[in-house]
């Protein structure tokens, strides 16, 4: 019988272990001198991925409302989406489930999938995703749903067939402790980084780093200060896209 136990732990131990998350594409990034950085005391900062399974891969979310160019008066302008194959039970979790990003801004969560916004005069584009456990988007087709129209007299957006960047996180002046992991965690809409030959390339203040694929970036070891994350959107050979959203930036405080 002990031996059975002792058998058993064994398994459960090992199990643990190989569950946990593996690490991919990291990279090491010296920091500027002009930062302080000591290489005997100050921790080597690293970006990277976690090698996740998508979660929620069969998810659906369709936008009813607005419609493509519609109009509405400024003023409460509604939103009605459908959501499939998701738990979007939110009196058990509290939290939200759903995000819209206008205008490349920062996501605003919503508890329904039927709500108002209330918006002043202009062109909008919206980007609607659903997120896991985590916070993280979605990134399997139909997981998100973007959408252009008006609000009072104004022009749609020139039409633009080049893929653009929604950004989940981080949020603007997000605040993070010293030694926790920030997160770049963004979609590419209206093309396939594969297929179209597109790659990601994420800057904080001098620090540099490059991905091929949709998946939130990590990066540890950040000193304490203030930084510029600005995400771009570029073709393989490093030509910029034109289009107004293939291009986001966001300041962010570590201390």
């Known amino acids: 019988m002990n031996k059975i136990l002792t058998l058993l732990s064994f398994i459960c131990l090992f199990s643990a272990c190989s569950s946990e998350k593996e690490r991919v594409n990291e990279e090491v ?3 500027p001198t002009s930062q302080g950085a000591d290489e005997v005391t100050t921790p080597q900062v690293k970006f990277f991925q976690y090698e996740d399974q998508a979660a929620y891969p069969d998810a659906i979310l369709e936008l009813y409302t607005p419609l493509g160019n519609q109009i509405f008066k400024p003023g409460k302008v509604p ?3 459908n959501v499939k194959n998701f738990p979007f039970d939110l009196n058990e979790t509290k939290e939200f489930k759903l995000f819209n990003i206008l205008n490349g801004g920062d996501p605003v969560g919503f508890y329904s999938p039927i709500f108002q916004r209330d918006l002043t005069e202009g062109s909008y584009r919206v980007v609607a995703y659903l997120v896991d456990e985590e916070g993280l988007a979605l990134k399997n087709f139909g997981n ?5 129209f008006q609000v009072g007299d104004s022009r749609p957006f020139p039409y633009s067939a080049e893929p653009y960047l929604a950004l989940n996180y981080p949020r603007s002046d997000q605040v993070y402790q010293a030694g926790s992991e920030v997160v ?3 979609l590419v809409i209206g093309g396939d980084m594969k297929l179209d030959g597109l790659k990601v390339a994420i800057q904080l203040n001098d620090l540099s780093y490059e991905i091929d694929h949709m998946a939130p970036v990590r990066v540890e070891n950040l000193p304490s200060g203030t930084y510029q994350v600005k995400v771009q959107l ?3 050979n490093g030509k910029e896209l034109d289009g107004p959203f293939s291009s986001v930036s966001k300041d962010i405080i570590v201390r």
């Not at 998100?144 to 252009?148: A, E, I, N, P």
């Open 29 to 31: 990034v010296e920091l």
């Open 79 to 81: 939103f009605e989406f």
């Open 144 to 148: 998100y749903v973007d959408r252009d």
């Open 184 to 186: 770049i965690d963004f």
């Open 234 to 236: 570029l073709r393989s």
